[in-house]
């Protein structure tokens, strides 16, 4: 047993060596890159951007066209129910008050569904600009020499020579021309099966 124990020190004492050696690193060669110059400079970025603050516009626009006639709808229910003076409402009010509610709710729903729509729409847009951007930096890095990059915001000072900023913008112009700004339809969610009654 003891035989096996310095056997198996020696062993370990000439393997460290060798790891050692083969661990070492080479010297960091660092680049820098300002992702936000990119993100908003890229021919395609400029154009997504401004295709999403017009469907932006558009559901604004959407939202005053449906609030108004609501607000005057609101308006005229509550000036019957304040003539009521504390009386219950006759059928036709209460008709009323009702088919407003279904009108203030389907507007809700639907603003509700156009801003998810825009969310997915901005989700869509970041992840075509990921996907071209994750290897252009690899074959940024490899062309410049770099072993690192870094983004601009996170370093306190970097030389200008290590900026390669400009290099990451031609090649994301080069690789996406265009961005889709419509996200594709959701898949459906599958209805939960209601448990049977016995």
Do not use: H, W
């Amino acid at each position: 047993m003891k035989k096996m124990l310095v056997s198996a020190a020696l062993a370990a004492t000439v393997l460290v060596p060798s790891a050692a050696a083969a661990q070492a690193l080479p010297a960091a060669v660092i680049a820098v890159v300002d992702v936000q110059t990119v993100t908003n400079d890229c021919n395609a970025c400029k154009t997504a951007a401004a295709a999403l603050r017009s469907q932006i516009t558009g559901l604004q626009n959407r939202e005053k066209a449906l609030a108004a006639p609501l607000e005057t709808e609101a308006k005229s229910l509550q000036a019957a129910a304040d003539a009521l003076n504390g009386k219950e409402p006759d059928a036709a009010l209460q008709a009323r008050a009702k088919a407003f509610q279904t009108k203030q709710q389907s507007a809700q729903t639907e603003l509700a569904r156009q801003q998810q729509q825009i969310a997915r729409n901005q989700q869509y847009v970041n992840k075509q600009i990921a996907d071209k951007l994750n290897p252009i930096f690899q074959q940024v890095m490899v062309r410049r020499g770099a072993n690192i990059l870094i983004e601009q915001g996170s370093t306190l000072a970097t030389a200008k020579t290590v900026d390669v900023t400009s290099d990451v913008l031609a090649a994301l112009n080069a690789a996406l021309p265009s961005i889709a700004t419509t996200a594709p339809a959701a898949p459906a969610q599958p209805k939960q099966e209601q448990p049977q009654g016995r």
